[in-house]
């Protein structure tokens, strides 16, 4: 195993509150629709999520920190789709109100700096680079708007 480690780090700018945000991210019918189809979330304070966020590899993780809508760690658990690994690979989203709507944050790190890791990491990494991009089409302009 390598030493070094890697990371990601993806912003993504979304025109509607953190509330809605964060229901789309933690209710499993939104969580389908921009996730991916098989989504599961079982969203509380050491839960757990499961997805194929590349639609590749279908990955499980728990939920380390849950703070309603601020903020969703995952820890990635060892499965036979990714390489072993020494460190806790982990993906925290970070949402931020900011007029007129959510800053969502990705950090990701922990990844190994290993041959071994090179495809995963370029899968994990621009998997939710490109979930974070149907997340904004979705919660801009298909999940539903509820009347106050």
Same mark, same amino acid.
């Given at each position: 195993?390598?030493?070094?480690?890697?990371?990601?780090?993806?912003?993504?700018?979304?025109?509607?509150?953190?509330?809605?945000?964060?229901?789309?991210?933690?209710?499993?019918?939104?969580?389908?629709?921009?996730? !991916?189809?098989?989504?599961?979330?079982? $969203?509380? +304070? #050491?839960?757990?999520? /499961?997805?194929?966020?590349?639609? %590749?590899?279908?990955?499980?993780?728990?939920?380390?920190?849950?703070?309603?809508?601020?903020?969703?760690?995952?820890?990635?658990?060892?499965?036979?789709?990714?390489?072993?690994?020494?460190?806790?690979?982990? !993906?925290?989203?970070?949402?931020?109100? $900011?007029? +007129? #709507?959510?800053?969502? /944050?990705?950090?990701?790190?922990? %990844?190994?700096?290993?041959?071994?890791?090179?495809?995963?990491?370029?899968?994990?990494?621009?998997?939710?680079?490109?979930?974070?991009?149907?997340?904004?089409?979705?919660?801009?302009?298909?999940?539903?708007?509820?009347?106050?």
């Amino acid at each position: 195993m390598a030493d070094r480690v890697r990371g990601y780090a993806h912003r993504v700018d979304i025109a509607r509150d953190v509330q809605a945000v964060w229901r789309a991210f933690t209710e499993v019918t939104h969580l389908a629709k921009w996730c !991916a189809p098989d989504a599961q979330i079982r $969203a509380r +304070p #050491g839960g757990l999520f /499961r997805a194929s966020v590349d639609r %590749v590899t279908e990955t499980e993780a728990h939920i380390d920190v849950f703070d309603p809508g601020r903020r969703l760690r995952l820890i990635y658990l060892p499965t036979p789709a990714l390489p072993e690994a020494e460190t806790a690979v982990v !993906a925290d989203f970070i949402m931020e109100a $900011a007029h +007129p #709507g959510t800053i969502v /944050r990705v950090l990701g790190s922990g %990844v190994p700096d290993d041959p071994e890791w090179d495809v995963p990491y370029r899968r994990i990494r621009t998997g939710w680079e490109r979930a974070m991009a149907r997340l904004k089409v979705y919660v801009e302009k298909q999940m539903e708007v509820e009347a106050p």
